[in-house]
Structures are given as structure tokens and as C-alpha cells.
């Protein structure tokens, strides 16, 4: 296939050995993890899945990305996280997608690997009103995801340019230039989330946090991405869920918007008062 896979991690030793057999079930032509200072067994678990282990200090996520595309020797380098876990055949299947679309990035839909909770449910049927629509989108996550690796020689994952805890700032600096393609494609990948509230409140500060630091690096973006939280979220796409009868979406939806809301404003106004 020519492929090689990027797995970036920090203290995954709970979710990296399920990750990295169902990458080997697909039969990549590489796997590199590239470990962010892990001071579990991360690396240990790792290493017994593949030699390519590279270990950074001091690093980010925008950066270990950067470092094991940079590691990488084939022609598409596959971007996949701790969380998702692969059926057979999605690598291929992606890469067909990529190929169909004539994206130079294709992303994966999502659906949940387990409904342990209404969470769960709720955040499978929100992937089914915003994200699961194959073809061109403005925007897409960087991971579970396939690109050509000749897109890095034109932008990398930089994080002298994009110094956040998130790393979507890529894809917004993609898209500001002419001739890329990218989107959603067919293929479907399952990502695991621990099913508890308190685990998914904390995922939601996290995106919060780091859609303010996107907005403090991009302050003509604030009034979008204010609209983007605190109205499209909990209004919106919770009408659009309920119109679709995705109930467990309608709670969920509110939830989302409004959290990373109060987390987006708060780190704007903390970074104002340095």
C-alpha cells in the first residue's frame, strides 16, 4: 500500500496495545509512534509492536507530529491516535477514498468503538449530524486520517508557528492556501472514550483551551468561533438533532458548546491580562 503510520503518544498505556494491533491487522508498511515523554509503560508496549519508537522531551503534539511524518518512508503517512481502533481493511480503504475524492487528505468518518453510555451514544449520533458526510469540507480533524506525504513539503505541522495544545491550527493554515483538497471520505473508524461524565467534561476543556489559543494566534477568527460554540452547538445542530430524533445528540450538543465556550473565553481573557 505504501503507507506509514504516525501514532503520537503520552502516558497511552492503557489505550496504546489495543491501537496498535488493530493498525497491524491492516498490515501498514510502517509503524512509527513517536512518544511525547511518557513516564508509564507506553514506549515499553510500544516497542513490541514496532522498532521505529521515537522518544522526545520538552515537545508538543503539533510537533511529534511533525517528527514522525519526517521519520516516515512512504509515499502516504496515515495520522492515528491511541483512541482509534481499526477494522481490517480501513487503512486500504481510506487510501481508496483519498484516491476517489482526489483529496491530498482524507479523513475518517467516526463512530464510537463501545456505547458504554448515553456519552457515548450522544457522541456517535453528533458525529452523524456534523462530521459523517463524505466529500469536500472548510474544515477537518487531523487524525484518523490519510495524507500524501509530498503536502509536507509545501506546510508542516510547526509548532514555532502553531505553539497549542491542539493541532487543528494546521488545517486552518491549509486551508489558506490555493490547490489542496481535503475532506471526509466513506470509511468509517471507531474511537474509544472512557464513558464516564467527568472524563468527558475534561476532553471538552481541552478543546476548549485550545479553541482560545486558536482564536488568541487568530483574533479575526473569535467572532466565528464564538458563533461556532455558543450558538451553532447548543442551537443549531441540537435543533437538527432533534428534527433527526438523535436525542442522546440534543443534551450532548448543549453540553459541548457551552463548556468549550466558558474554557475558549477564559483562556482569551487570561491571555489579555499577561
Do not use: C, P
Given at each position: 500500500m505504501g503507507i506509514s503510520v504516525v501514532v503520537c503518544i503520552k502516558n497511552e498505556e492503557k489505550r496504546i496495545k489495543d491501537c496498535l494491533q488493530s493498525i497491524i491487522t491492516n498490515n501498514p508498511d510502517e509503524i512509527i509512534v513517536v512518544d511525547g515523554g511518557s513516564n508509564d509503560k507506553s514506549v515499553e508496549i510500544s516497542r513490541r509492536f514496532t522498532d521505529k519508537v521515537i522518544i522526545t522531551s520538552n515537545s508538543s503534539l503539533?510537533?511529534?507530529?511533525?517528527?514522525?511524518?519526517?521519520?516516515?518512508?512512504?509515499?502516504?503517512?496515515?495520522?492515528?491516535?491511541?483512541?482509534?481502533?481499526?477494522?481490517?481493511?480501513?487503512?486500504?480503504?481510506?487510501?481508496?477514498?483519498?484516491?476517489?475524492?482526489?483529496?491530498?487528505?482524507?479523513q475518517a468518518q467516526l463512530v464510537s468503538f463501545r456505547n458504554d453510555s448515553w456519552l457515548n451514544k450522544a457522541e456517535e449520533q453528533m458525529w452523524e449530524i456534523n462530521h459523517n458526510h463524505p466529500g469536500p469540507r472548510d474544515m477537518i480533524g487531523v487524525a484518523p486520517a490519510i495524507y500524501k506525504k509530498d503536502i509536507f513539503e509545501i506546510i508542516n505541522f510547526d509548532d514555532t508557528i502553531t505553539k497549542t495544545i491542539d493541532d487543528t491550527d494546521f488545517i486552518y493554515r491549509l486551508s489558506q492556501l490555493p490547490g489542496i483538497s481535503y475532506g471526509i471520505g466513506a470509511t468509517k473508524v471507531a474511537q474509544l472514550h472512557n464513558p464516564l461524565f467527568a472524563s468527558y467534561m475534561k476532553k471538552l476543556k481541552w478543546y476548549g483551551i485550545g479553541d482560545g489559543e486558536f482564536c488568541i494566534k487568530h483574533p479575526s477568527r473569535i467572532n466565528s468561533m464564538l458563533y461556532h460554540l455558543f450558538v451553532r452547538y447548543p442551537f443549531v445542530y441540537s435543533s437538527k438533532a432533534l428534527i433527526k430524533m438523535k436525542i442522546f445528540a440534543f443534551p450532548y450538543l448543549i453540553l459541548q458548546g457551552f463548556t468549550r465556550g466558558f474554557w475558549a473565553v477564559k483562556t482569551i481573557l487570561q491571555a489579555n491580562r499577561i
Open positions: 503539533t510537533r511529534d507530529r511533525q517528527i514522525g511524518i519526517d521519520a516516515a518512508i512512504h509515499k502516504y503517512i496515515a495520522m492515528i491516535d491511541a483512541d482509534h481502533r481499526l477494522e481490517q481493511n480501513d487503512l486500504e480503504s481510506l487510501l481508496k477514498d483519498l484516491k476517489t475524492y482526489k483529496f491530498d487528505i482524507v
